[in-house]
Structures are given as C-alpha cells and as structure tokens.
C-alpha cells in the first residue's frame, strides 16, 4: 500500500510522436520501488515495468479490504453499543407514572 500512495500518476508526451498519454514518471517510480523500473546497462533508468505494478495493486486491494473488514465489525459493534444507550436514554426519559 505504501508503494501505491507514492505513486504519482502523470500526463506526458510521447516525444517520439507528440501524442498526449497518461502513466507513471520513470525516474519517479525508480525512486519509490526500483525493482518497477526499467534501467538500461548504464543504470539510467528508461521505463516502468508496468506488468509488475499489477501485483502491487492486487496487494494494497488486499490490505486495503482487510482494513475495510475491521472498520465494518468496529461500526457493527460500535451501533450496536450506541442501539443500546439510545434504548437505555428513552426507558429513562419517559416520565414515571404515581399513582393517586
């Protein structure tokens, strides 16, 4: 998860044809998970390795749904506990009834 939220999606054009295109900045990625990027023998970094950033994801999706989980069964338990007080409050605040 904390490979994807450093990820920066970019805009950029191709300079080889000038069209617009949407991806990650390869000197950006090398930074935050160099096994993503591509170098060439030199060490200077050329691409992304986009075809690994799949498993990247499919991880944080995974943390990101066991996150999810815990947060439900707290908001269970917590309405639960706030279904009681409410119960608790309105048995309270009726006026009690004396007899003559």
């Known amino acids: 998860m904390e490979i994807v939220q450093k990820l920066r999606p970019i805009s950029f ?14 000197e950006d990625v090398a930074q935050v998970a160099p096994s993503l990027a591509i170098t060439n023998s ?14 990247v994801l499919i991880n944080a999706i995974q ?25 608790l409050l309105a048995t309270k605040s009726k006026p009690e009834r004396r007899n003559p």
């Open 63 to 87: 943390q990101q749904q066991r996150e999810l989980k815990t947060l439900r069964e707290a908001n269970s338990a917590l309405s639960a506990r706030l279904e009681a007080v409410e119960k």
């Open 42 to 55: 030199d060490g200077e970094v050329e691409g992304v390795k986009y075809e690994r950033l799949n498993v």
């Open 13 to 26: 054009t191709w300079k080889e044809v000038g069209t617009r295109d949407i991806g990650l900045g390869a």
